[in-house]
């Protein structure tokens, strides 16, 4: 049989290009493919136990069933694991399956595991070779492509890591089927992101398939391939984060504060914050008059209805105290010289980096949205 | 004061280009030459304890004469710092010191700290500039030059890691009257390694000023210019080492399992291992009758009178078994598909990669070097 793949999206990097391959059931063809893409190479595969238990066997028997050998590292999930301690383990798995430099790691899972494994391959013998097979809706559309690897730190989120590219990204829409519902939805967030930067039509496109790409229809495969597109088209421009990329920290400044004050755990996943995030930078630009604040409120609406959190009271448990939040924004590794940058926007797709943020105002909006529960 | 520059090597490569400043007391100078050439910015020193005794002094006095704002990570000193949980010591200091991405991450220190240092820099933040500030003569003739960084492993030396340049590097060739005689011993081999490699002519200009370079003479700063140009040639040629940069590991296949036996400790210094492990070399290359063995006896004279051990029964107390060592050596991770990578000469200054070497031949000629005592 083979691969169905619905979308094939070329990332242009040069010497460092490579191809995300979206369709059904592609971790039951993966052994193939690998097999025709890099022949001769071994393979050490890196996930966590919850999608070690869901999609970890298809990818082994298709594996076996193209005869390449390969060894697992299963770690535990959830984002603590994007730790030193995980990295180390993650990194002397590899060694100890004695992979050499011209070897493959997979990173299979969602964006934890992608942006460990990542890490883990790039600096593996100073450097191997590694492909994404994102298992989680926002790693689809977001974590595996443009080669941001990393763990986090006690100061801050992602601040540990390199620039690593993957050699492939295969997208099996179906490992979505065993994902969370709360899980999918944060992923939806990051959906949602690209409409919001520079993609009117494609937000207004969102708001009419919504149903279906929850449903898992052929919007579903649609929408990931246009934001892979989108993404892809970033990177491309900006590799390393100099300029332009930073527009994808849409709602992240905001996001990542919260995602720490809430100690990165279940009470607020990552797409959970960057929703409230999202809501936040146009409740923040709109308050500077820069935006229409009606946007606020359609935006809102969207993200609700797909089971999001939009304001800070719908976080359970108490939030941490305003110059908390303030001093983790700072923290934040998007700060140059202690102003701050944040994303902020003059309406649906039209975010724009603006590096002169006041963190008087900042922290004002934030005492008023907190009241405003 | 003008600072005592007297010899300036650069290392073309392109973007990544930088200065190798040698001279004496230039740590003195430190502050002014880094507020010349970068101006604005932060540093974060990362040193060890016997370093920052016997030299940091001197560095933060000058950097606070020119006004350099500055923060200290102090490390023990000892091969075994290379580990994952220092690594974490420094990144979390560099990030806790609040230094930016445009900051400068300080490696004053022997090879040890500008290994960790120099990875520390390249995965805080994604990618820090950093310094090299060499004190060891094997740091300021070979580590402190080329941008390979890292820590080691339990399954060997130098297994993780990344390529980061470093944006200048300061030898002071006076902090080197601190360095114990063994040290600097040790870091001679580095030293003749060169020699040994392509430049014959420098291996007997090193017999004749052998004496001049230990007793501090104006050969030594000659010597390690000499070293770095040879060095810097071979980075700009082949950066990611995946060609003819190869070569600087002569003696250093045989040398890393020697260190791997003796557990990273102060029975075998680094450089110690490599004098054995270049002797080795080129007895092993006589032994197939590719080089004339006389050329071993003389490379051997030489490192003798250097103080250095030249053959395995020089390391006090037991050595593994010939199987430990030719395990050590295939998890080296110049190892390519199970075939032996060795670097093997045709005499002085005629060393070469070989890719097809037998791993019984080895194991035997082992066997042998181990009864000869
Ligand atoms: N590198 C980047 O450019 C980038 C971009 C965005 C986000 N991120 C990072 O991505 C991470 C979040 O990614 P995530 O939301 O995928 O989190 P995740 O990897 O923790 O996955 C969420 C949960 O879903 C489970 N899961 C994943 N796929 C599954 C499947 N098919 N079936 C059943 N369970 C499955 C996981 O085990 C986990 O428990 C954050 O750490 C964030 O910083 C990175
Ligand atoms: N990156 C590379 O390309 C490269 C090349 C060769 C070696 N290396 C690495 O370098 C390391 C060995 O370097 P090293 O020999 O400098 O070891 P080191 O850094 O451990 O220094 C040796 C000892 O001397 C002390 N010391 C250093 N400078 C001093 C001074 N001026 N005064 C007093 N004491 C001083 C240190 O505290 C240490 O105890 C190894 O880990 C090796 O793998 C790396
Ligand atoms: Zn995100
Ligand atoms: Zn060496």
Known sequence: MAAEIAHNVHVALGERAYDILIGDRLLDHAGSILAERFPGRRYGIITDNMVAEAQLPRLLASLDAAGLSHSEIILPAGESTKSFAHLETAVEGILAARLERGDLVIALGGGVIGDLAGFAASIARRGMDFIQMPTSLLAQVDSSVGGKTGINSPHGKNLIGAFHQPRLVLADLSTLDTLS??????????????????????????????????????????????????????????????????????????????????????????????????????????????????????????????????????????????????AAIAQDKKVARGALTFILTRGIGQAFIEKNVDGAAVSAFLDEMRGSA
């Open 181 to 326: 519902p709360r899980q999918f939805a944060a992923g939806y967030a990051e959906v949602v992101k690209y409409g919001l930067i520079d993609d009117e039509e494609f937000f207004f496109w969102l708001e009419e398939h919504q149903a279906e790409i929850f449903a898992g229809g052929p919007a579903r495969g649609e929408a990931i391939a246009r934001c892979c597109r989108h993404k892809a088209r970033v990177v491309i421009e900006d590799e390393k984060e100099l300029g332009v990329r930073a527009l994808l920290n849409l709602g992240h400044t905001f996001g990542h504060a919260l995602e720490k004050d809430t100690g990165y755990s279940d009470r607020l996943l990552h797409g959970e914050g960057v929703a409230i995030g999202m809501v936040l930078a146009h409740g923040f630009s709109a308050r500077l008059g820069l935006a229409p604040s009606q946007d606020t409120g359609r935006i809102s609406a969207h993200l609700k209805k797909a089971g999001l959190p939009t304001i800070l009271a719908d976080i359970p448990g108490a939030l941490g105290s305003t110059e908390t939040l303030m």
